[in-house]
């Protein structure tokens, strides 16, 4: 009997993540990519080192995961394939949450539906990216601290009986938020994003229960969690740059200025800009993006959230302090492909929506003269009006699908890899090329996971600072005459200087921005 319940209630949650990932991998990626995407699927592969902030608990579940999924093809897809696992689990896991706050599974599943079918989030899902792991752990954070709210503060659950309650006043539900700080640890050596909760985790937290602060032994367990997991991911930095040193390094995480420089993203100093310039546009923008992802339901989320203030006043406060600082941060934040960064925001607005849906359930409830039944929270006419309301708060999503399947679709993406084969049948041997990142990355695939042309030496920018040597000019100067070098630039700047000092000859596409020969200098006989 006690089997059947807990199949019983993990049911829906499974059926969640079935669709998730079948949504995921429909639109994956078939292979390897470039930019950030192919580093990702070469480092998780060999255990070796990303870019700042490193992201060692992606890397080291990715190399897990790569060896366990081995027989389900090549190393990038496996990598791909992960994300598309990540994004099914943080929809498992919303059902989860929604349920404990609104004591609906109908508005859990339909919570966990729409987030895997928002579009942010299910294009995060189709290629390796650490931010698909990030939501899992923003997803199993707030779950654990709702948990310990209800533990703390039993008059916020419904759904918990007499004798549990008795329990959890007894211990306070100290070990939730221990574990809370546990993979609060983790999520940072997933992204630093997550740095961005710390302020309304620590409101929340003082909300819930204000003695907390004179509580040594409850915060020297939660201090020992998060650093001993933060520390112990990290180690994987200093340990695959150093000792047991992997065959691709980042930087040099093996001293103590490389190790900060990566750990603390000090490279990206700078691309915060104008924080608090032209709002207007800003929040226009919100907006935007808003009405982009959640369809007809955006005018709602607002709504969302002043329901959420008025049922679940500590949870508004953090997840209301969380989507400002994210999305304050996000806006004014000049990097690559930000539409990520709103993935912890989207999630916290699916769980207001279902906080709304619940508060609508409760009115009509009252309205038809139905009352609670003590298993569910919910009538037989509630919970008729739960799935009705449920369905009502997917169907946009669900007529979207067609629309948002073929924005986020990626499965005949095989652009990279096509170059990649060019490129490597094109260049001589023992060749030297210059690139830059987003053509590195695929390169150093191709050769460090695939082992093909191990005579290449593929000289990123990245690879010239921290081997000190030079300028692209230096690299070509060093080499030409004695190997074949290759140069593929992305700044015109540089194409054009290049093209005042060497003879150029383009073997696949423009000048310098593809693929190109370094004949000679000019000038020089050649």
Known sequence: MVRRSIWLAGAPALAVAIVAFASARVASLPGVAFWDTGEL???????????????????????VASIVLQPLGEPAFRMNLVSAIYLAVAAAMTVDLVRALTGSTALGVAAGLGLALTPFAWSIGTHADAHALLLVFVVLLLRLLVAWERRVRPETGR????????????????????????????????????LLLTPAVGLFVLAVDPT???????LVACTAALVGAVALVYLELPVRAGVLRAPLVYGHPDTWGGFWYVALGLQFQ?????PFG???????????????????????VPIGFVATVVRRPRYALLTGVG???????????????????????????????????????????????????????????????GFLIALAMLGPAILDVPARLA???ESHDRLAATWVDRALALMEPDAVIVSWWSFSTPLWYAQRVEGRRPDLTIIDDRTRLDEGLGGINDV???????????????????????STRYLLEPLDGAVGFDLTRVAGRLGAGS
């Open 270 to 274: 700078g691309s915060l800009v104008d």
């Open 476 to 498: 070509i100067d060093a080499n030409l005459g004695r190997r074949p070098v290759y140069v593929i630039r992305s700044d015109p700047n540089e194409v054009a200087s290049l």
């Open 41 to 63: 699927q070469t480092v998780g592969p060999l255990l070796g080192t990303a870019h700042p902030t490193g992201f060692p608990t992606y890397v080291l579940l990715g190399w």
């Open 212 to 218: 907390v602060r004179g509580r040594r032994r409850l």
């Open 159 to 194: 759904a918990y009986g007499a004798a549990s309650r008795s329990r959890d006043r007894a211990d306070g539900g100290d070990r939730w938020l221990v574990a809370a700080a546990l993979v609060y640890g983790l999520a940072v050596g997933t992204h630093s994003l997550i």
């Open 278 to 300: 032209d709002l207007p546009h800003k929040i226009g923008a919100l907006i935007g993006l808003t009405v982009g992802q959640f369809g007809l339901l955006a005018p709602l």
């Open 407 to 409: 924005e986020v679709d």
């Open 323 to 385: 989507v400002g600082l994210t999305c304050f941060f996000a806006a004014s934040y000049q990097n690559a492909d930000i539409g990520r960064y709103y993935l912890g925001p989207i999630l916290m607005a699916w769980t207001w929506l279902a906080i709304l849906a619940a508060v609508a359930i409760d009115r009509l409830r009252a309205a038809i003269g139905t009352s609670p039944a003590p298993t569910d929270g919910l009538s037989p006419a509630g919970a008729t009006l």
